[in-house]
C-alpha cells in the first residue's frame, strides 16, 4: 500500500480524541472512586479493614495480568472488538461488586473489574499509533494523559460524596453506568484503526520471543521495578488514608476530599520539576532526587505518628503524604521514559510487560498494607518506607553494576 494510501485510510478511521481520552479515564477513575467508602464498607460487610484493603490488590492483580493480553489480542483481532470485551468485562465488574453483600464477591467483583478496566489504556495507546501521523502523537498523548492523570485523582472527591449521600453500594453504580456509557460510545462511535491484523500476534513462540527480548533489555527492568515501587506508593496511599481519616483520626469523610486535592496538586508540582529538571540533568540524578523525596516525606510522616499519636492535626498527616507524592511525580515520568526508549517496533510488547510488572510490584505493596493492617497511624509511614527503602536499595546496586552518571558540568567543558 503506498503512502498516500496509508494516509488516506488513516485520515478515514481518527478517532475522537473525546473518546479515546474516555476511554482512559474510566479505569483510572474506577480504582480510586470507591475508596472514600471503604470504612463504611468494613462495618456494612461486617470485614475487617485489612480484608476491605484487599480488593484494592485483586483489581491490581486482575489489571496486570490482562495488560499483557489486551495489546496482543487486538494486534490479532482489531482494537474495537477487544476494546468492547474489555467494556463488557468492566461492566460484569461493577455489577458484581455493586450486588455484593459479603467481602468475598467484593474481592471477586474487583478482580474481574481490574480485567476490564486497563483495556482502554491499552487500546487508546494503540488506536492513537495506528490512526495519528508521527508528527502529531506526542500532542495527542499529552491530551489523553492529562485525562489519564486527573482521573483518579476526582475519583476520591466524587466517591466520598456518593458515599456519603447515598450509601457505598453507590459508588459502583456510578461504575457501572460509567461502565455502560462507554460500551454504549465504543459500540457506536470507535472506528478500527488496526488494518494489519497479525495472525500470529497470539502465538506463545511470538509472545514468548518478544517478552524476553523485552525484559533482557538493558535497564528495562530497573526502570519498570522503580516506576512499580513508585506507583505502589500512590495504591497504598489511597487504600490507608480513608482508614486513617476518619478511623484513626475521626475526621469526616470531606477530608478524603482534601487528601485527593493535596495528593493531585503535588503530583503536578512533581511531574512539573521533573519537565524542568529533563534537559538540565542526568536522568539518574532526577530519579534519585524524587526517591530521597519519598523517603522524606515518609520519614517525616512516622515522625508525627511517632510524636502524636492518634491525637495528631490532619495537616501533619497530610503535609508528609503531599510530599511523597512529589517525589513520585519525579520518578514516575522519567523511569517509564527510559523504561520505554530501547524498543521501536517492539514498543507494544513493551508496554505491556511495563504495565505487568508495574501493577504486579503495586499489588504486592497493596497486600503488605492488607496484611499487617492495624489500624493506626503507622500503617502507611510503614509501608512508605518500604517500597522506598527496597527502590533505594535497587538503585544502589544499579549504580554499583552501571556506575554513576555523568557530571553535566564536566560533559560541557569536552
Known amino acids: 500500500m503506498s503512502v498516500a494510501a496509508r494516509t488516506a485510510r488513516r485520515k478515514a478511521v481518527l478517532p475522537a480524541l473525546s473518546l479515546l481520552a474516555f476511554m482512559m479515564a474510566v479505569g483510572p477513575f474506577g480504582d480510586t472512586e470507591y475508596t472514600p467508602a471503604m470504612p463504611a464498607m468494613a462495618k456494612a460487610l461486617h470485614a475487617d479493614y485489612g480484608m476491605v484493603q484487599f480488593t484494592m490488590s485483586s483489581y491490581l492483580v486482575g489489571s496486570a495480568i490482562s495488560q499483557l493480553v489486551y495489546g496482543p489480542a487486538s494486534d490479532r483481532f482489531g ?198 529538571m529533563t534537559n538540565r540533568m542526568p536522568h539518574l540524578w532526577i530519579i534519585a532526587a524524587g526517591l530521597l523525596v519519598i523517603v522524606g516525606g515518609a520519614g517525616a510522616l512516622m515522625g508525627v505518628a511517632l510524636v502524636a499519636g492518634g491525637r495528631g492535626s490532619f495537616a501533619a498527616f497530610l503535609i508528609p503524604i503531599a510530599i511523597c507524592f512529589v517525589g513520585v511525580g519525579l520518578v514516575v515520568p522519567v523511569s517509564t521514559a527510559k523504561a520505554m526508549a530501547p524498543f521501536g517496533d517492539n514498543a507494544g510488547a513493551a508496554s505491556s510487560l511495563m504495565g505487568f510488572i508495574r501493577m504486579g510490584v503495586a499489588a504486592l505493596g497493596t497486600i503488605a498494607m492488607s496484611a499487617m493492617h492495624q489500624g493506626s497511624v503507622y500503617d502507611i509511614p510503614i509501608v512508605f518506607l518500604a517500597l522506598a527503602g527496597v527502590a533505594i536499595l535497587f538503585y544502589a546496586v544499579h549504580l554499583l553494576v552501571r556506575g554513576p552518571p555523568p557530571d553535566p558540568k564536566k560533559s560541557k567543558t569536552r
Open 79 to 276: 482494537r474495537r472488538p477487544v476494546m468492547l470485551v474489555g467494556s463488557v468485562i468492566l461492566i460484569l465488574g461493577a455489577l458484581l461488586c455493586m450486588i455484593s453483600f459479603s467481602i468475598w464477591p467484593l474481592i471477586g467483583g474487583r478482580l474481574v473489574q481490574g480485567v476490564g478496566a486497563c483495556a482502554g489504556g491499552v487500546i487508546a495507546d494503540a488506536a492513537v499509533r495506528d490512526a495519528f501521523p508521527a508528527e502529531r502523537r506526542q500532542r495527542v498523548y499529552a491530551k489523553l494523559n492529562a485525562a489519564f492523570a486527573l482521573a483518579p485523582a476526582i475519583g476520591p472527591v466524587v466517591g466520598t460524596y456518593v458515599a456519603h449521600a447515598f450509601g457505598w453500594h453507590a459508588n459502583f453504580a456510578i461504575l457501572l453506568g460509567l461502565s455502560l456509557l462507554l460500551g454504549g460510545l465504543v459500540w457506536v462511535y470507535l472506528p478500527e484503526t488496526n488494518h494489519d491484523l497479525d495472525k500470529r500476534a497470539l502465538e506463545l513462540s511470538r509472545l514468548w520471543g518478544n517478552g524476553r527480548e523485552v525484559v533482557t533489555t538493558r535497564g528495562f527492568l530497573f526502570y519498570v521495578v522503580l516506576g512499580g515501587l513508585c506507583v505502589g506508593v500512590v495504591y497504598t496511599a489511597l487504600i490507608g488514608a480513608p482508614d486513617l481519616v476518619i478511623n484513626v483520626l475521626r475526621m469526616g469523610s470531606g477530608a478524603i476530599a482534601m487528601v485527593a486535592g493535596a495528593i493531585l496538586v503535588a503530583f503536578v508540582i512533581g511531574t512539573g520539576s521533573c519537565a524542568l
